[in-house]
């Protein structure tokens, strides 16, 4: 199989599509994929993946896509009418598979939200034949109650007492993504016993494993003459684990393989003669090239897929240019991965910045490395690998590319928690790179034990603390909480090793050396995190911080926000932050420029 990558129009908005196509003829049937939201969205993106190349494989085509305001599409959240583009665009995938491959029916496969919206499409008389409905609530209230409860629970992870700053628009905030009032009022009026019947053959219900299921779903289609089967889904939980621990589901996915590849050995349904044409053809006729115009608040960005070879693999990217007419600077960025987490970036910051950017003349890539969202290579199952792999080439190799083809000299790098490691390394050994901004970096050098010595150091700053044995004496800490904590110190003054686990945790000596490097590029460092972050509090301990008034080196604190910055006022001060940087690289890279145009 092989995938090809591109934009569709759905309404007002260009959708970003992947296309998994088998490498022999397509059969009559073909699958759209339509995803959950937000977070989930983020943790199953390689897994749904998968999906689509399982199914390549087995000779069905499969379209995935960003919905509307989400991914790489066009939009935000913030729409007004995004619940009715959100349910349109499930038809027009459906069209836009058949006019690119020649497939005539169509199995829609919905996660979770994206189940919701597979049902309502069809009950709104979408072309669709099959529903695969993946983990669905019975309703959109059912589905908020249990998005509210994720939302409070997160609070809490990085709450310190203080009272966060107001939200900067309205609605709710869920994992860093929002629902503005609108959508959350269409999305609670949103049921599907009501809404049916479904106009399909037949409905497959993979119920999760992981929590009771609401079978009032399952009663309304069968109620309305659905053929409906029920499968258990063992994989859902791996599935929505974070990025870099997320498993394919593989049973489910076979599943799902043998619902679609049932109806091939049927006899095929009479369909116009209109619809015959060009059936089971391979040869894949995009209606959409693979560029597309963004344009917002009166700006135009022109946006491509950006391919380029690395040492073993292809490594997929989106590049985000200014329109037609307006004039380049010759500076270029980068917007590196935050973990495993595809190239949208964050809570979809890279998205927002690349595009910002673009529309001011800054050709802006924001790139997957491989193994991660859509280049190739086999995924990651540890944090470990994030830090070992052949990133650090790639970054020289993307480089190279825009340098070839938009003549950029001058680069800056932006990265989140693994991200932020790469970007670091780029800035340190390349003086191309003018400005690196980390966000919450998790270190500056790889070290396989810093995790162990971290978790230690903490175990022993509880048993110290005065504070944590009041809470234990009002109950508000379990005895085995603490029993666990001694045991972990207990190992500690065990180790045969004690010194290396009292050493510092940045190597004084290599950090040197780097910043000298940096210096001597003129190359601007902006280090961005929130409090609490263990690499921060290390820098504190060791003596780390560069002085406030360093011309080059910066260090910004951003309290109650959590590692990926979620709270959407703190997205508003990271937002602020990098322009306020950007625009400092920016204007020395002019200055430069006109220096060596005058001379």
């Known amino acids: 199989m092989n995938t090809a990558h591109r934009w569709f129009r759905s309404g007002s908005y260009s959708l970003a599509a992947h296309l998994d196509l088998p490498r022999s003829d397509c059969g009559r049937s073909g699958v759209v994929v339509v995803p959950p939201f937000g977070w989930e969205d983020v943790c199953s993106y390689r897994s749904l993946r ?14 995935r896509f960003d919905l509307p305001g989400t991914g790489d599409s066009s939009g935000s959240t913030a729409d007004a009418g995004l619940m009715d583009a959100w349910i349109q665009s499930v038809g027009d995938a459906a069209a836009e598979l058949r006019a690119a491959t020649g497939v005539r029916d169509i199995a829609v496969v919905g996660i979770r939200l994206g189940a919701m919206l597979a049902a309502a499409a069809a009950n709104r008389g979408a072309d669709l034949q099959d529903l695969v409905l993946w983990a669905p609530a019975v309703s959109g209230r059912a589905l908020l109650r249990e998005l509210r409860a994720v939302q409070k629970m997160e609070v809490l992870e990085y709450a310190t007492g203080d009272p966060p700053p107001p939200q900067p628009v309205p609605g709710l905030e869920i994992s860093g993504f929002l629902l503005n009032p609108e959508t ?16 399909v053959r037949r409905v497959l219900v993979l119920v999760r494993n992981d929590c009771p299921s609401d079978y009032k779903v399952i009663d ?13 889904d063992v994989g859902y939980a791996a599935m929505m684990a974070p990025p870099h621990e997320a498993v394919p589901p593989e049973g489910t996915i076979n599943a799902v393989i043998d619902f679609i590849t049932r109806e091939l050995h049927q006899p095929p349904r009479a369909l116009p003669e209109s619809r015959v044409t060009g059936i089971g053809s391979t040869n894949y006729a995009p209606c959409q090239p693979a560029v597309t115009v963004i344009q917002d608040a009166g700006s135009t960005v022109v946006e491509s897929i950006y391919n380029f070879e690395g040492s073993s693999t292809s490594i997929f ?9 307006v004039p380049r600077t010759g500076l270029c960025l980068l917007f590196l991965n935050p973990g495993a987490a595809r190239h949208i970036g964050p809570n979809r910051m890279w998205v927002a910045a690349a595009r910002r950017w673009a529309a001011r003349g800054i050709p802006s890539l924001r790139m997957d490395f491989e193994g991660i969202g859509e280049s190739e290579g086999d995924s990651y199952p540890d944090v470990s690998r994030l830090y070992q792999g052949p990133f650090l ?21 932006i990265g989140l928690c693994s991200g932020a490691f790469w970007s670091f390394q780029a800035a340190v050994r390349n003086p191309d790179v003018r400005g690196a901004i980390l966000l919450n970096p998790r270190l500056f050098f790889w070290d396989p034990e810093v995790d162990r010595r971290r978790m230690q ?28 904590a001694a045991r972990s110190a207990v190992d500690l003054f065990r180790s045969a090793d004690r010194a290396s686990e009292c050493r510092t945790q940045i190597p004084a000596e290599a950090f040197a050396h780097s910043l000298a490097a940096l210096e001597s590029y003129q190359t601007r460092l902006t280090l961005i995190f929130t409090e ?7 820098m ?13 080196i910066g260090c910004i604190r951003v309290p109650n926000a959590g590692h990926t910055f979620r709270p959407l006022w703190s997205q508003k001060l990271v937002h602020e932050l990098i322009d306020r940087e950007l625009n400092l690289v920016l204007r020395e890279v002019l200055s430069e420029q006109c220096a060596t145009a005058s001379n």
């Open 532 to 538: 609490g972050e263990p690499l921060l509090r290390e």
């Open 457 to 484: 150091r903490t175990t022993i700053r509880g048993l110290s603390d005065p504070k944590q044995w009041r809470r234990l004496a009002a109950g508000r800490i379990k005895l085995e909480r603490i029993k666990e």
């Open 393 to 413: 080439e790639q970054v020289r190799l993307a480089m190279d590319s825009l340098s070839s083809r938009n003549g950029a000299r001058s680069f800056a790098v």
């Open 317 to 325: 990217g989106i590049l985000s240019e200014p329109g037609p007419q």
């Open 540 to 552: 504190e301990e060791e003596a780390q911080l560069p002085p406030e008034n360093h011309p080059l």
């Open 220 to 232: 309304a289609l069968k109620v309305w003459g659905c053929a409906v089967e029920v499968t258990a």
């Open 184 to 199: 959350q009022s269409a999305l609670e009026s949103l049921d599907l016993s009501v809404v049916l019947p479904v106009c």
């Open 50 to 63: 998968s999906l689509g190349q399982a199914l390549a494989a087995n000779g069905i085509p499969a379209l």
